[in-house]
């Protein structure tokens, strides 16, 4: 019998919740993991007592059976000025490589499943060649911190950044040398909002690779995080792919935009992801779209 798939929920779809508020709704819910995004408000890396805050999240994670991932995109946590600044590939990458060794250093600490993290937008000054040196410089400083304490790395491809897709995972992961820990974080939706392939075959192309895996409708061209149902993404077959490759990692919905209604959401959207695990193949979404419409938008 095949395994059930793990569904879990990225926390900074509840940025107006305490941490340990978000995390009892979510096991109420039914979720088995987190995606943790370390943040001012969650986990902050840089405020007092960390060491003494991250145990206090492992024993309440253990406490509510949920698995854990680490997450990296806090929109202002290092500049309050510019989004997601600095990147590695900004002229000092210095505070980013900061953050990512203390993100490895707290997903060794709680046994997360994967560390995750993306390359960033270029510099309007940077040329490409130079970006991506930085880059490869930046990952194996972080790659080689990680491998020392047996933690493994998902780099995400992100629309609109220096490596966007699959293929530019595949370079990066070249340009490393291979690293056996440097995993693939594939978000269900930029594969439909820019990969050349259908949603499951680009599953099945990073399969082997896959150690974490975001989820949220989308539609093609528009790189917008929507509501399941509320884009072009039939998502048993997906879920079937994630199943054929052997990922047993988590599935976290990843909807950072929706906290202002974030246990609706997020109840609709387990609700979809449930129905949508258990239709067998040949068969369309109509039930499960139904179950996550009933409940409106706001």
């Known amino acids: 019998m095949a395994e059930s798939p793990r569904f879990g929920y990225g926390t900074n779809g509840f940025a107006n919740h305490r941490l340990d508020d978000a995390l009892a709704v979510l096991a109420d819910l039914g979720y088995q993991g987190v995606a943790l995004t370390l943040d001012h408000d969650h986990l902050d890396p840089y405020a007092p007592g960390l060491a003494a805050r991250v145990a206090t999240v492992g024993h309440r994670l253990a406490e509510l059976d949920l698995g854990v ?24 990458p210095a505070p980013r490589i900061d953050f990512l060794c203390r993100a490895v250093a707290i997903g060794a600490d709680l046994g997360a499943e994967a560390v995750s993290w993306w390359a960033g937008v270029r510099p309007a000054h940077v040329d490409e060649a130079t970006a991506w040196e930085r880059l490869v410089a930046g990952c194996a400083e972080v790659v080689a911190v990680a491998d020392s304490v047996d933690v493994t790395v998902g780099f995400e491809p992100e629309p609109g950044m220096l490596v966007p897709d699959i293929a530019g995972w595949w370079r990066l992961r070249g340009a490393l040398g291979a690293p056996p820990g440097f995993g693939i974080t594939l978000d ?10 259908p949603v499951p075959d680009c599953v099945h192309e990073v399969g082997a690779h896959l150690v974490n895996v975001q989820i949220e409708d989308m539609r093609r061209g528009v790189h917008e995080h929507l509501e399941f149902g509320d884009g072009e993404i039939d998502f048993p077959p997906v879920l079937r792919a994630l199943a054929d490759v052997g990922y ?3 599935i976290a919905v990843e909807l950072p935009r929706h906290s202002h209604a974030a246990p609706a959401v997020a109840k609709r959207s387990l609700d979809f992801l449930r129905a ?6 040949g068969t369309d979404l109509t039930v499960a779209t139904t179950v996550a419409t009933a409940g409106g938008r706001s």
């Open 248 to 250: 047993r990692g988590l």
């Open 276 to 281: 949508a695990a258990a239709e067998p193949a």
């Open 69 to 92: 991932v680490i997450e990296t995109g806090a929109r202002y946590l290092l500049d309050p000025w510019h989004k997601h600044a600095p990147t590695l590939l900004d002229d000092d």
């Open 188 to 197: 269900i939706g930029h594969c439909r909002c820019l990969e050349p392939l």
